[in-house]
């Protein structure tokens, strides 16, 4: 444990590697984005509501304009970014860090004079020791949890270095969010999708508390995955090799899983001989659990995140898929069209893409016309991996596309350089950046 704790607070901005601070830049932006689309959901309305009344307390709440006390901050956080699909993951992990990471991290930032360059060392020290975290629960535990189950580790990683617990007390506030992280069962969330999601709201919430519970005394330790001997290998590149290299991006607000499935169709959507109105049946071969997203027609825009016949209908509508389809409207997932295209979606599972799962992910499509012909695509992955990065303008793109309901031109803009230049921020650059990322965004400010 101890190298891992000394990693924790002895990590400087200076050890840190060019790319990994222009990769933490580019996750904090874009889970800010992603923040800020969550602001038209059920589901960042609810739990906004829900810890201004049951946590009250000084902590401005992201994007919302109300107070709360660091842990509902950090719940209500992470909620509001897991409320839209489309925030950044790990394929070791089947999961997600920064969901998470950022809450917590921006729930306790004003307990002390932070620097920019001291924000983003401590976001990188969340995404290190909780996608860790992650590889070490599953090769640990019979069950596929929630990332909430190991993300809130690195919540309380971030937590004991910003609060600068002692070695001992970082130990007890390690093994606590471990203990009370969210073991909750990922599949069930994927084949009855609902506001639980991938239970990083908990776990958010349960990192946070962890650190201030290990501050007051509270013991917890050790944390199993973390400290056990057959997981060593997992942490032996701590500070060497850097996991927030190995964070994918989301083009689509879906489930990564049916990610693959989406670029497989886009493929055939742009072959000649397309045509949308003369489809019979679209047949997805992809892996087992890509499969388990079988909601055809969804009522709720967690169904249809978690949907890949509705991501498919939507990606062959519209060429693409963004907030706008999967949001309860008209338009979105209650457009006849994206019912139509999901009543003749039909999964397959292919023994050869289960064998690659987790660390590769697989789909390809074949989609049959009422005059009897056919076209099949080629085997396809997810867009956004290390492998297969997007390019810098499309994140950038991306944000753009998300904040713009929500913030003035103005305001968008003057968020996204600040963000991008974070690690030249002082101390009153970074009072100012946190102001704004707490000031309530109610779709353009009222111009």
Known sequence: MKPIVDFIHELKFDMLPAEVVEQASLCLLDLTGVALAGRGTRLGRIMGDFVCCQYPGEV???????????????????????????????????????????????????????????????????????????????????????????????????????????????????????????????????D???????????????????????????????ALTLSDATLAPIWADLGRRWYLLEQYFKPYPVCRWAQPAVEAVRQLRRAPGFTLGAIREIHIHSFHEATRLHTRHPTTTEQAQYSLPFAVSSALLDDGLSVQAIAETGAGLRNPLRRWLSERVFCHE????????????????RILFEDGSALTSAAAVARGNPENPLEREELLGKFDLLAAPWLSDTHRLGLRRQILQLAELDNAGLAGLLDDLSRSACGHEGE
């Not at 995404?127 to 975290?133: H, K, L, N, Q």
Request: net charge neutral; glycine share 12%; charged share 15%.
């Open 60 to 190: 401005p709440l992201l994007f919302d304009g109300r107070r709360a006390s660091a842990c509902g901050a950090a719940l209500y956080g992470a909620t509001l970014i897991d409320s839209i699909d489309a925030h950044d993951g790990q394929v070791l992990t089947k999961g997600h860090v920064g969901v998470a990471i950022l809450p917590g991290l921006l729930a306790l930032a004003r307990e002390r004079e932070l620097s920019g360059a001291e924000l983003l060392t401590c976001l990188v020290v969340g995404y290190e020791i909780a996608t860790r975290a992650g590889i070490a629960l599953h090769a640990s535990a019979a069950d596929y949890h929630t990332s909430g189950a190991w993300n809130c580790l690195g919540v309380a990683a971030v937590a004991a270095r910003l609060l600068r617990l002692d070695a001992a007390q970082t130990a007890e506030a390690l093994g606590t969010a471990e203990f009370h992280g969210p073991r909750s069962q990922m599949m069930r969330c994927i």
């Open 192 to 222: 009855h999708p609902t506001m639980l999601k991938d239970g990083s709201g908990w776990g958010a919430l349960a990192g946070v508390s962890a650190a201030l519970l290990a501050r007051a005394g509270f013991t917890g330790a050790p």
């Open 350 to 365: 292919e023994a050869g893409y289960n064998r690659l799962f987790p660390a590769e992910r697989w789909a390809h499509a």
